[in-house]
């Protein structure tokens, strides 16, 4: 039953190519600069996909394997894409004693995606966060920047259906 999932595909244009060289040819030379440049990459792509760490290893000389552990060792770093609608689901204390456990489990039964994936259309994408500062609410969603509290696992396919 182990079926190869299709993420969505790398689809950079010359535009952000000829950006993100730009960021790099100025960057490159000065200490430090990979965290910059990787802020920069981000900003431009949205994500860090191994196509732009592979561009950014070819014009600074920095070993991809380099890249690849600053990248997955800092949080504001994602190696996936963003969904137009990016959900995220409180899994702290308040929320998680008051079932949004099965409220994550429910979005991902729905949308066929897990933590930190986005739906192969690109329409939504499904992140665990810790808290959202609303624990009087719990269990607490966010869609985007709309926030959902007080949810039960009835509650997430009208919610999902308005997008």
Do not use: H, W
Not at 65 to 87: A, C
Not at 123 to 128: A, H, R
Not at 133 to 156: F, H, K, Q, S
Request: proline content about 4%; aromatic content about 8%; overall charge negative.
């Amino acid at each position: 039953m182990s079926q190869k999932k299709e993420g969505v595909r790398f689809a950079g244009t010359a535009e952000q190519e000829a950006a993100l060289k730009s960021v790099i040819a100025e960057l490159k030379d000065t200490k430090g600069a990979l965290m910059p440049i990787l802020q920069k990459a981000q900003e431009i792509y949205g994500y860090l996909p191994i196509e732009v760490q592979t561009m950014i290893s070819d014009e600074t000389g920095i070993p991809l394997e380099k890249i690849y552990g600053v990248s997955t060792f800092y949080s504001q770093f994602s190696l996936q894409p963003k969904g137009q609608y990016r959900i995220s689901v409180c899994l702290g204390t308040a929320c998680y004693v008051k079932g949004s456990g099965e409220i994550f489990k429910k979005l991902e039964e729905l949308l066929g995606i897990t933590n930190g994936e986005c739906t192969p259309d690109g329409k939504f994408s499904l992140d665990s966060c810790r808290c959202v500062g609303a624990c009087g609410l719990a269990p607490v969603m966010m869609i985007n920047d709309e926030v959902y509290g007080r949810l039960t696992v009835d509650d997430i396919p009208g919610i999902l259906a308005k997008y």
